[in-house]
T-cell receptor
Framework: DGGITQSPKYLFRKEGQNVTLSCEQN?????MYWYRQDPGQGLRLIYY???????QKGDIAEGYSVSREKKESFPLTVTSAQKNPTAFYLC???????????FGPGTRLTVL | GESVGLHLPTLSVQEGDNSIINCAYS??????FIWYKQESGKGPQFIID?????DKRQGQRVTVLLNKTVKHLSLQIAATQPGDSAVYFC???????????FGRGTSLIVHP
């Protein structure tokens, strides 16, 4: 069963804590992306990676960090420096060069 | 830079009607466009795409029209069903780049 998985589906965090959101794909895609979605808003790009061991900041990277040690995995860490982290987080992947992006089911992060 | 926007935040239709969702883009270099459907609490799903060398593309019950002159595209859904209720996003970009631009989305509400 090919696709993109994200875990957990729901995540609760206390203020001041770092949390890591998982994203895994078995589509053999080179490119992976993290987006943030707020109510009534479009998708905003946090980080993206074209290839293993390389990643680039998107439009709203402050307070977030990523790693790309394996082609299949692109975890996102939401740090305590992110002032308003409560949101729906979406991971996506695509073949080399932008083409159709395939999205995971999302993780809803709530800061208590 | 590119901006992509949808014309209406909400569209209400009756079951069986045809629905038309519109999208405008700003970058005349954009040559690839995708429509996504996002149900509540889920990740976006690919519906249909179109490249700039085409004016029209049809799928199952869906048609995308591209007017490059006025930088406008539309998604037409025939015989709209309650299961079509969702938020619809357009995304556009230049092929060969890695980063698409997403519109904010139109919420389609189908009344039985």
């Amino acid at each position: 069963d090919g696709g993109i998985t994200q875990s957990p589906k729901y995540l609760f965090r206390k203020e001041g804590q770092n949390v890591t959101l998982s994203c895994e794909q078995n589509l053999n895609h080179d490119a992976m992306y993290w987006y943030r979605q707020d109510p009534g808003q479009g998708l905003r790009l946090i980080y993206y990676s074209h290839i293993v061991n390389d990643f680039q900041k998107g439009d709203i990277a402050e307070g977030y960090s990523v790693s790309r040690e394996k082609k299949e995995s692109f975890p996102l860490t939401v740090t305590s420096a992110q002032k308003n982290p409560t949101a729906f987080y979406l991971c996506a992947s695509s073949p080399p060069k932008w083409d159709t992006q395939y999205f995971g089911p999302g993780t809803r992060l709530t800061v208590l | 830079g590119e901006s992509v926007g949808l014309h209406l935040p909400t569209l209400s239709v009756q079951e069986g009607d045809n629905s038309i969702i519109n999208c405008a883009y700003s970058n005349s270099a954009s040559d690839y466009f995708i429509w996504y459907k996002q149900e509540s609490g889920k990740g976006p799903q690919f519906i249909i795409d179109i490249r700039s060398n085409m004016d029209k593309r049809q799928g199952q019950r869906v048609t995308v029209l591209l007017n490059k002159t006025v930088k406008h595209l539309s998604l037409q859904i025939a015989a709209t069903q309650p299961g079509d209720s969702a938020v619809y996003f357009c995304a556009g970009g230049a092929g060969g780049s890695y980063i698409p631009t997403f519109g904010r989305g139109t919420s389609l509400i189908v009344h039985p």
